[in-house]
């Protein structure tokens, strides 16, 4: 991180909570899917406590990547890897230094169905259901896990014919929603948030898959921003934490 930027980010996190600016501005954040409704309750504290306002996209972790090489207009970059990140920064559309983790992700395998399954291994090595959903594997990090967890199985191959793949997380978790999937491999944030029955839930051990480190990072369309600089740190308060860890994910 560039010596200017690592100044205003150390003195953003001591004044974010009770100080606002001179002047408001807006941040532009792409955001991982998984970590829509985590979002949402952080933005409003943001800007009561900073005065900046935020514009917010969400998606899978790849496509909103494909956007930002394309020249889309994000001055953050909040996703569910530290893969796309990193690359950010290797391809010069990010400031070196400025990513870290902000959330670690739990994956679950979820129905609306209440006591569908009992032994959530056995239900998957059985195959008794007609649909499974995941989210893509190679755009969304949630579905590489997904992948991983049958791979550890033993599965994989057997329930591919009944694999239906969302394009992002989100929509992963509306097909085990509306019941087009018996069941699904969502974030346990997504289930946190869930206002309908409670269905049947797996917490899958986390050594089951790779660990999920979701990394925000400031793109260098963001960087003479002061609004994309104070979320970034507003991120690493307590305030953001107690709401990120609240949705069921691990913070550093």
Partial sequence: MNRTVQIILAILIDIAPCHAPVKAEEVMIAVAANFIDASREIAPLFEQATGHRTRISYGSTGKLYSQIEHGAPFELFLAADTQRPIK???????????????????????????????????????????????????????????????????????????????????????FVATGNAEAGFVALAQIREWEGEAGTLWEIPPHYYAPIDQAAVLLKKGEANPAAVAYLAFLRSDAARRVIERYGYGVE
């Fill in 88 to 174: 950010a920064e290797e391809e010069g559309l990010a400031v070196p230094g400025s990513r870290f983790v902000y959330a670690k992700g739990r994956l679950v395998l979820w129905s609306v169905r209440p006591g569908l399954f009992h032994n959530a291994e056995r239900f998957l090595k059985e195959g008794a259901f007609d649909h499974l959903a995941l989210a893509n594997p190679k755009t969304a990090p949630y579905g590489l896990a997904a992948h991983q967890v049958m791979n550890r199985l033993g599965v994989l191959d057997g329930l591919t014919p009944k694999l239906v793949r969302g394009e992002s997380i989100a929509q992963t978790f509306q």
